[in-house]
């Protein structure tokens, strides 16, 4: 069952329109992630939080922000789209309280966005 | 420096056989996680398995086990029984502990299993 849903699962779109990509999860996790992807390539962390008004960047450089106003939903937000912004986004959680031991991010379904 | 590396980034296995995906890390910490995710063409990424850097046995869960040795910072996944819902991208991740107040993962670049009818 899906715990932590994301839409559009996909999306086209114009160069220069704003975009938010939804995240949204169940489980009452504190931590959230945005991860993204291009096809069949690694997965590089763009944007993290450990709950909320807490938000960070990660390790890939990204024009992308990202709010955390409520704990289950953590959008992420493109103010002008561009073709290099093409690629998946993918959406994670975890539970702070698990962060010592066996803790998998639970990933959502994922966003391709196809940028023209 | 590469944290995570997977050499192999295309391999085909038989139906039924056993395929081994290798996984190397870096990381000067002791306490760590290794974490290994099957990613299906839909694009979503499934967790498999977990192990721990202390953790004494290898990790198993059904059909997939963990070929630890931490001396050669190695962490390989093993399917047995491959079967053809197998057919995936496959991604090793690591947590190291100075990172762990923020849980998060790094990944290597993948490997792409095939699986033969």
């Known amino acids: 069952e899906a715990d932590i849903y994301q839409t559009p699962r996909y999306l086209v779109i114009g160069t220069g329109k704003k975009i938010t990509l939804e995240c949204s999860q169940t489980?009452?996790?504190?931590?959230m992630y945005w991860y993204q992807q291009d096809p069949g390539m690694e997965l590089h962390l763009i944007h993290y939080?450990?709950?909320?008004?807490?938000?960070e960047k990660g390790d890939l450089s990204s024009e992308s922000t990202v709010s955390r106003i409520r704990t289950e939903h953590f959008p992420l937000t493109l103010e002008s789209a561009r073709p290099s912004h093409t690629s998946q986004y993918l959406c994670?959680?975890?539970?702070?309280?698990?962060?010592?031991?066996?803790?998998?991010?639970?990933f959502g379904n994922g966003t391709r966005l196809t940028v023209t | 420096a590469q944290k995570i590396t997977q050499t192999q980034p295309g391999m085909f296995v038989q139906e039924k056989e056993a395929v081994t995906l290798d996984c190397t890390y870096d990381?000067?910490?002791?306490?760590?996680?290794l974490f290994w995710y099957k990613q299906p063409s839909s694009g979503e990424m499934i967790f498999l398995i977990y192990q721990g850097s202390y953790d004494e046995q290898n990790a198993t869960e059904g059909r997939y086990s963990l070929n630890f040795q931490k001396a050669r910072k190695s962490a390989n996944l093993v399917i047995s029984a491959s079967q053809l819902g197998d057919s995936a991208m496959y991604f090793c991740?690591?947590?190291?502990?100075?990172?762990?107040?923020?849980?998060?993962?790094?990944f290597g670049g993948g490997t792409r299993l095939m699986v033969k009818p």
């Open positions: 489980m009452g996790h504190d931590k």
């Open positions: 994670a959680s975890s539970d702070l309280r698990d962060s010592l031991r066996h803790s998998p991010l639970h």
């Open positions: 991740a690591m947590r190291e502990r100075f990172r762990n107040a923020g849980n998060m993962l790094t």
């Open positions: 990381t000067s910490d002791q306490s760590y996680g």
């Open positions: 939080s450990y709950g909320v008004n807490s938000t």
